[in-house]
């Protein structure tokens, strides 16, 4: 079966362009969540979705950052414009339900670098 | 605000020993999950085991156990007959019972000697 897909798997970028990253939950899935990783933060959480509606979007650090969920099977996270403290690698998490419990499952992640 | 700490940032285990990697968090919730994950080299985030606050057995998953003192907001875990493929960041995380986001801690990193 395949997991959760994410594109690109490494992006670099110039400061001021827009960055789009893109994620493919796994077939059911009815939540989505976007976390962001950096060494000064950790991981945290950027939104999440549940049946393609925002739920959650406090941990968007900007205006700059977007994120849309346009149907059950896709969603994007754009910044516009970039800037160098946005390089972190970001991740695309599903799964079936919000609840607690019901397993958050990963995607590869992608490494963003903003030059 | 719930938090989520890991004291220590890298740990070391002999191949076939165990070792217990720390965890403790803040919470004013009496109902939620915590778990840990494993972030190999590759990036992927694995989920690694769980444990549900309400219940006081701890989890287990075959060399994977946790340590769950709810009082103390502790929740540590042991890994048995370690493995050099155990090698990895491992981070520990909390998670409202009615859903949200996952609260992780800093990571510990663990390394595997042969």
């Known amino acids: 079966d395949a997991g959760v897909i994410q594109s690109p798997r490494h992006e670099v970028t110039e400061m001021g362009q827009e960055v789009t990253l893109r994620c493919k939950p796994i077939s059911g899935h009815n939540s989505l969540f976007w976390y962001r990783q950096t060494m000064m933060r950790g991981l945290e959480l950027l939104i999440y979705?549940?049946?393609?509606?925002?739920?959650?979007d406090s941990g968007m650090p900007e205006d700059r950052f977007s994120a849309k969920m346009p149907n059950a099977s896709f969603s994007t996270l754009k910044i516009q414009p970039s800037e160098p403290r946005d390089s972190a690698v970001y991740f695309c998490?599903?799964?079936?339900?919000?609840?607690?419990?019901?397993?958050?499952?990963f995607g590869p992640g992608t490494r963003l670098t903003v030059l | 605000a719930q938090t989520v700490t890991q004291s220590q940032p890298e740990m070391s285990v002999q191949e076939a020993e165990t070792v217990t990697l720390s965890c403790t968090y803040d919470?004013?919730?009496?109902?939620?999950?915590l778990f840990w994950y494993k972030q190999p080299p590759s990036r992927q985030m694995i989920l690694v085991i769980r444990q549900e606050a309400y219940k006081q057995q701890n989890a287990t998953e075959n060399r994977f156990s946790v340590n769950f003192q709810k009082a103390a907001k502790s929740f540590s875990l042991k890994i048995s007959d370690s493995q050099l493929g155990d090698a990895a960041m491992y981070f520990c995380a909390y998670r409202r019972a009615q859903g949200g986001k996952l609260i992780f801690g800093q990571g510990t990193e663990l390394s595997v000697k042969p």
């Open positions: 919470t004013s919730e009496s109902d939620y999950y």
């Open positions: 979705f549940n049946n393609n509606v925002p739920i959650d």
């Open positions: 998490a599903s799964s079936l339900g919000a609840r607690a419990y019901n397993e958050q499952f």
